[in-house]
């Protein structure tokens, strides 16, 4: 029986075209493009790690009106994939895949961690019916779900379809998008400040894709306001977000995958063993249920003021990354069926941006900073903490000319230090309480701009990991590309105490599992990821 929440977005979005259409019966021909693409990847020590092969198809078609809205398009983004790595490397990735220990894709064997907690189990759905029963609504994916991860109970083949429409109100103009769609806050790589709204598939490539590719498309109603230029600004506009989608978490990836950021997903679907029983690490998710107040929403206020461009921003919505709650009597007595339940709490964000154009260093500095309300760390003597934090990223965008380098097209340098601060930090807390993590491309364009060589770096400061991800690309012609490169990793190294652990007679002894995954981080727990990647597509 399909979901009603599902039924009535559609409707929703039926009713919208529905009254949309009959303004005029003269539309416009659909513009559509769209390509199909191969990606080939083979991890060290490993094997093949993906064989995604993608098709996507985005199309415009224009609406004639007659009545006081214009510029009236429906606008929708298609996607189909199919990841063959399920079928070609069973054995390493899938429901058959079976792992030594938990963490073995990142550390070594040891400790009392690795005696207590058992492997995680690949695809709970396929395998373990009460951890299936737990990660219900969450990690609960099948073995088709992970071969064809668009096609699920959300409708993921669906990236965006809206209506877009414009009206005048006086000297000013609204325009309303309506439908499933990313709402982009900010201009960052890799990681994100202000860039909030959507949440993000971390199972198809970690940290490394396109964030246009890994947002996670909601139903969301957006205006804008555009009130031009006063006496003050060279422009001004105010919009309005509403997320009316149920809510939806960041997917970290399902024990199994490829790619499962911090290696969360094993570590969701393992058990502690004690000489009772296994008991599952997870009790239960407690996803937020559908409600009028359980919708998200935000407010951004954006001007333009000589070479600046700046916003102010607020949002209202549910934290993406889960927090898990320790069930048990004390840090050191586990609840019988089950060690943690997950949750996904209210939080408020306050934060704005800045863009520059300085003259002097022929460059663009980027600005974003936030403060947030209701967060939640994972800690070890009480499970967790809510605390306010700071974030913020400052960036440098710069093109420049360098003719030793073989080519008068100016090269693209791009600089980010993200800076995160936990405001009410505890020692047994594995997050750092001030951490930084830097990133650089440096971006070369040749053979008019149709070869283009690239390395891209980010260093985790407190984690001591570092990524290199070095690459090129080949424009063949108006349809076809490819792309070649490496991504390479280092570090993982630091342990943190686990207080549990005194049930295997280490107390105060460092461990790896679990809490370790937090302060080492996505690069540091992706540390025996390295990979060779090559890249195929056709454009049409």
């Not at 025996?528 to 454009?539: F, K, M, P, S």
Request: aromatic share 12%; net charge negative; proline share 5%.
């Amino acid at each position: 029986m399909p979901d009603m929440t599902s039924v009535k977005r559609s409707l929703v979005a039926a009713a919208v075209v529905a009254a949309v259409m009959p303004l005029n019966a003269n539309s416009a021909e659909t513009q559509w493009s769209g390509f199909a693409e191969n990606a080939t990847y083979h991890r060290d020590g490993v094997g093949l790690s993906k064989f995604r092969n993608t098709v996507q198809a985005e199309f415009l078609k224009p609406i004639e009106t007659t009545g006081r809205w214009y510029g009236v398009s429906l606008n929708g983004v298609i996607r189909a994939t199919y990841d063959g790595v399920y079928d070609l490397n069973d054995k390493e990735f899938g429901k058959d895949a079976r792992h030594e220990y938990l963490g073995e894709n990142w550390h070594e064997n040891g400790g009392a961690s690795s005696l207590l907690l058992s492997p995680g189990v690949s695809v709970p759905c396929e395998n373990d019916p009460l951890l299936c029963r737990n990660l219900d609504g969450y990690m609960d994916h099948d073995a088709d779900d992970l071969r064809y991860p668009d096609f699920n109970d959300q409708m993921d083949f669906i990236r965006e379809l809206y209506i877009d429409a414009t009206t005048d109100i006086g000297d000013d103009q609204l325009t309303v998008r309506l439908g499933k769609q990313q709402i982009i806050w900010g201009r960052t790589d890799l990681f994100r400040v202000l860039d909030v709204i959507n949440p993000v598939d971390y199972s198809r490539h970690n940290i490394y894709d396109e964030l246009e590719d890994i947002r996670i498309p909601q139903w969301m109603l957006s205006a804008e306001w555009r009130m031009g230029a006063n006496s003050v600004f060279d422009d001004m506009n105010l919009q309005v977000v509403w997320n009316f989608d149920k809510f939806r978490p960041n997917n970290l990836g399902t024990c199994g995958e490829p790619y499962r950021i911090l290696d969360a997903g094993c570590f969701f679907s393992a058990y502690l063993q004690t000489p009772g029983g296994n008991i599952p690490v997870i009790h239960d998710v407690m996803l937020p249920e559908w409600s009028l107040q359980n919708t998200q929403g935000g407010l951004k206020w954006e001007g333009v003021y000589g070479d600046a461009t700046f916003s102010v921003n607020a949002l209202r919505y549910f934290q993406q990354l889960p927090s898990i709650h320790w069930r048990g009597p004390n840090p050191a007595t586990p609840a019988g069926d089950g060690l943690f339940d997950i949750h996904f709490p209210r939080v408020n964000l306050f934060g704005g941006s800045i863009d520059y154009y300085h003259m002097g260093t022929d460059a663009t500095w980027r600005l974003e900073a936030t403060y947030t309300q209701g967060e939640e760390f994972a800690r070890d003597l009480n499970g967790y903490k809510e605390t306010d934090v700071t974030r913020y990223v400052l960036g440098l965008d710069k093109n420049l000319i360098i003719p030793a380098l073989g080519t008068y097209s100016a090269f693209l340098i791009s600089a980010q230090l993200f800076g995160q601060q936990i405001m009410d930090h505890e020692d047994d807390m594995p997050d750092a309480k001030d951490n930084i993590t830097g990133t650089l491309l440096f971006k070369g364009f040749y053979m008019n701009n149709r070869l283009s060589p690239q390395i891209i770096i980010a260093h985790d400061s407190k984690a001591a990991a570092t990524v290199y991800a070095p690459s090129i690309s080949y424009q063949a012609d108006n349809h076809w590309s490819i792309n070649f490169g490496f991504n390479i990793k280092e570090g993982g190294k630091k342990k943190f105490g686990w207080s549990a652990s005194a049930l295997a007679g280490e107390a105060g002894v460092p461990q790896w599992e679990p809490l370790a995954r937090f302060a080492n981080g996505p690069i540091g727990v992706a540390n025996q990821e390295d990979e060779v990647q090559l890249t195929i597509r056709y454009g049409f």
